[in-house]
């Protein structure tokens, strides 16, 4: 039986043509993924591009035949290490995303979209979608024989004289008529493969923006030019941060097992988090800090952070910083609010791939935070820290070199005063598989 042929078709109509960066985006996806890329260069129709964005279908059908199509707009970028929706849909589904239920985007019964939706229902004789179902427009991907009918019949409606382009577009056509006809048929895929990047264009610039196509609508299609969507070009870590960042990162890429589900104790800025999250696209990270001034937070009466205060002599403005560089991936951070021994609380035993320690400095501290978090690991996990110093920093190494004595384990020393233990399957501390650092 003969493969389906893959085939990325993109409407480029003047005035507004895409952009260098979109053209280079998709054709190495289009490679990546053997798919061949089609630019429709001539106008199909003599009618607005939304509307010609429904006849994509049969032109594709007459100029390369049936395939899977995966149709998208020009203001798009398609990042180099996206994985291929291709193998996402069956063979009968319309694969979209449905983004716009984001709390930005304001779909409620009164926003503009909403009533658009009905004034396209009114005119087209469909029922409305409700709300929450309305996709995000510019990607569509489907099997032709399957829905080469659907989009006839709704060109066969007519580009509509009363096109309206404050009220409508493709997505809003595409929906009513999949909602009338056959609701079975949608597919929503992940929201990474159409990111609309309406409510806060200047995420689209930020360097840790973790998601795989943006999509570069209305306003902010002035940012695209400066988006970056290959991602080996960027430094490793795409925060500037201390260099203990990325240790803990090689650390944990060098680990046994898959590193998905981690806690950061002590977050202050974000950036050491920010940098993981960017770096690891899988993983969900906790972030767990009082945020506090120091003087009403008990678990802190020798504070020994005095360098990071400032004037303010207070943490309590870290949080606003740390949620500014978490933002871009602010669905897969969750931060508890709350001092590290009270946090552990909130997790079940052997629960947790790793926990960095990064928190109070001082001995109590340290060993109260290993006892508190050494528990929640599962077997093979790793427990790591920073600031193993013996200058500036001897209550760290106090408590970590004792709890390594009293359960036969090694540290391993990663560099830049990072500090790491693996767990065996009885709860001990064990040096093993940790091949990036040197033992202490
Ligand atoms: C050294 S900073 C963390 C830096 C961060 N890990 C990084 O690499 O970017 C220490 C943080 O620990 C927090 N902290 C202090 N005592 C804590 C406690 N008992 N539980 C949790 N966090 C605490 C402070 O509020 C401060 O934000």
Request: hydrophobic share 40%.
């Amino acid at each position: 039986m003969s493969e389906t042929k893959r085939v990325i078709a993109a409407l480029d109509l003047p005035p507004r043509l895409a952009h260098k960066k979109t053209v280079d985006s998709f054709e190495a996806a289009a490679k990546r993924w053997n798919a061949k890329l089609l630019w429709i260069r001539e106008p199909l129709y003599k009618c607005h591009p939304f509307w010609q964005k429904l006849m994509v279908c049969r032109h594709v059908i007459d100029t390369v035949g049936h395939c899977q199509l995966l149709q998208l707009d020009t203001d798009m970028l398609i990042r180099d290490d996206c994985p291929s929706p291709f193998d996402l849909i069956g063979k009968e589904q319309m694969g979209m995303v449905a983004g716009r239920q984001g709390i930005f985007m304001n779909l409620s019964k009164t926003s503009w979209a909403h009533r658009a939706h009905g004034i396209w229902a009114r005119r087209l004789g469909t029922k409305s979608a409700p709300p929450w179902a309305h996709p995000n427009g510019g990607f569509y991907l489907y099997h032709t024989e399957s829905f080469a009918d659907f989009f006839d019949e709704i060109a066969a409606k007519g580009p509509s004289a009363k096109f309206d382009k404050r009220f409508g577009c493709d997505e809003t056509i595409v929906i009513n008529h999949l909602w009338d006809k056959c609701p079975e048929r949608i597919l929503y895929l992940p929201g990474e493969f159409n990111t609309l990047l309406h409510h806060n264009p200047h995420l689209c610039e930020h360097r840790s923006m973790q998601t795989y196509v943006y999509h570069f609508v209305a306003g902010t299609k002035r940012h695209l030019p400066k988006m970056w969507w290959q991602r080996g070009k960027n430094p490793a870590q795409p925060l500037p941060a201390g260099k203990h960042a990325q240790v803990v990162f090689e650390l944990l890429r060098s680990a046994e097992g898959p590193m998905r589900k981690g806690v950061e104790v002590g977050v202050f800025h974000g950036v050491t988090s920010a940098n993981l999250l960017a770096l690891m696209p899988d993983l969900q990270l906790y972030g767990v800090d009082p945020w506090t001034q120091y003087s009403e937070d008990a678990e802190q009466p020798n504070p020994d952070h005095v360098q990071q205060l400032g004037d303010t002599k207070t943490l309590y403005w870290g949080l606003p910083i740390a949620l500014r560089h978490l933002a871009v991936n602010a669905n897969r951070w969750h931060p508890i609010r709350l001092p590290s021994v009270k946090a552990a609380r909130c997790f079940e035993d052997g629960e947790l791939d790793f926990v960095f320690i990064d928190a109070e400095h001082s001995y109590e501290a340290v060993k109260a935070d290993i006892d508190a978090w050494l528990p929640k690991l599962r077997d093979g996990g790793l427990l790591i820290g920073h600031d193993y110093d013996p200058n500036r920093f001897p209550g760290v190494c106090r408590a970590v070199d004792e709890f390594a004595e009293s359960n036969q384990a090694g540290i391993v020393r990663a560099g830049h005063s990072v500090w790491a233990i693996t767990i065996d399957s009885t709860g001990a501390a064990i040096h093993a598989s940790v091949k990036a650092g040197v033992t202490a």
